[in-house]
């Protein structure tokens, strides 16, 4: 199983300012017959099921705000927030849909400090 | 409305069985992967089990491979989770989820449903 890793587990962003989240692949998520990363990333808030950010590590998903950001590639990953607002307030899952079985990470729990 | 609804979700005891239903609406459902993802109590997110687009492919987590069985029925546009000899352990929300492109076996899971409780507990 590909395991996912995210750090830091959470942290507190005063608003306005970027908040960055990372996730680590235990093996690379890159695919090069289609110079791929499979890696997506996924906001919960309370009570709420996971909402799409951002997949192929780095495409945004339509409607999402472009504070939001993704980089990375192989087993390397980041989500940016480039200025935290008060609805970002959530839980941020990375996910792997290279192999199988699909793992996601732990999540960060992002609040606002 | 693109959505997915999920149903079926309940009390019961360990040992027992419960069918989950996903239904979807808003996109041409036969085109597409799904997944059921389930969230325990104040957990993370675990991938519990996969159907292909046209129902020839089923994957599931190992701790439920034998007891879950996923199917679809692509004229009624429902996905099924059949929950067998129930644990404690299975205990969580039961999401289903869309991949996010056709005839896609691996890919991201573009659109969830509200997500249905199953608890089991004597």
């Known amino acids: 199983d590909i395991v996912m890793t995210q750090s830091p587990d959470s942290l507190a962003v005063s608003l306005g300012e970027r908040a960055t989240i990372t996730c680590k692949s235990s093996?690379?998520?890159?695919?090069?017959?289609?110079?791929?990363?499979?890696l997506a990333w996924y906001q919960q808030k309370p009570g709420h099921p996971p909402n799409l950010l951002i997949y192929?590590?780095?495409t945004r998903e339509s409607g999402v705000p472009d504070r939001f950001s993704g980089s990375g590639s192989g087993t390397d990953f980041t989500l940016t927030i480039s200025s935290l607002q008060a609805e970002d307030v959530a839980v941020y899952y990375c996910?792997?849909?290279?192999?199988?079985?699909?793992?996601f990470g732990q999540g960060t729990k992002v609040e606002i400090k | 409305q693109v959505q997915l609804v999920e149903s079926g979700g309940g009390v019961v005891q360990p040992g027992e069985s419960l069918r989950l239903s996903c239904a979807a609406s808003?996109?041409?459902?036969?085109?597409?992967?799904m997944h059921w993802v389930r969230q325990a109590p104040g957990k993370g997110l675990e991938w519990v089990s996969f159907?292909?687009?046209?129902?020839?492919?089923?994957l599931y987590v190992d701790s439920v491979e034998g007891r879950f069985i996923i199917s679809r029925d692509n004229s009624k546009n429902t996905v099924y989770l059949q929950m067998n000899s129930l644990r404690p352990e299975d205990t969580a929300v039961y999401y289903c989820?869309?991949?996010?492109?056709?005839?896609?076996?691996?890919?991201?899971?573009?659109?969830w449903g509200q997500g249905t409780l199953v608890t089991v507990s004597s």
């Open positions: 989820a869309k991949v996010g492109e056709v005839r896609t076996t691996m890919g991201y899971f573009d659109l």
């Open positions: 808003g996109f041409t459902f036969s085109g597409y992967a």
């Open positions: 159907i292909g687009d046209e129902e020839r492919s089923t």
């Open positions: 093996q690379s998520v890159f695919y090069s017959s289609n110079n791929k990363n499979y």
């Open positions: 192929w590590a780095s």
């Open positions: 996910q792997q849909y290279y192999g199988i079985p699909w793992t």
